[in-house]
């Protein structure tokens, strides 16, 4: 069963999963290094911060079923974002029918 991840221990999680391959929406792979309170994802210049990843957090627990992609984050990095929250069950990955259309 997977953990619930908090806010409090978000961070704690990312850390932990530096090495990892994780895959954007569009299936690239990537992995990340964590030095201070930042990450460094190996395809992005940019480090993307743990005050971006708490916005996103916060942003995706106040409005459930609202944010529906990385785009909708609106957050720096959204796509990395996005990625690591897919793998670790905050965010779940919404399939296309046969017409098109999101469950």
């Known amino acids: 069963m997977e953990e619930t991840v908090t806010i409090e221990c978000l961070w704690e999680k990312i850390k932990a999963c530096e090495g990892e391959t994780f895959y954007t929406v569009k299936g690239l792979p990537f992995t990340y290094t964590v030095k201070g309170g930042e990450l460094f994802a190996e395809r992005k210049k940019k480090s993307i911060t743990r005050a971006t990843f708490e916005k996103a957090f916060l942003k995706i627990q106040e409005r ?4 529906t992609g990385p785009k909708k984050l609106n957050v720096f990095g959204g796509p990395y974002v996005w990625a690591i929250f897919l793998k670790f ?5 919404k399939s296309l029918r046969k017409d098109g259309q999101k469950d």
């Open 64 to 67: 459930p079923g609202e944010i």
């Open 89 to 93: 069950g905050i965010v779940e990955k």
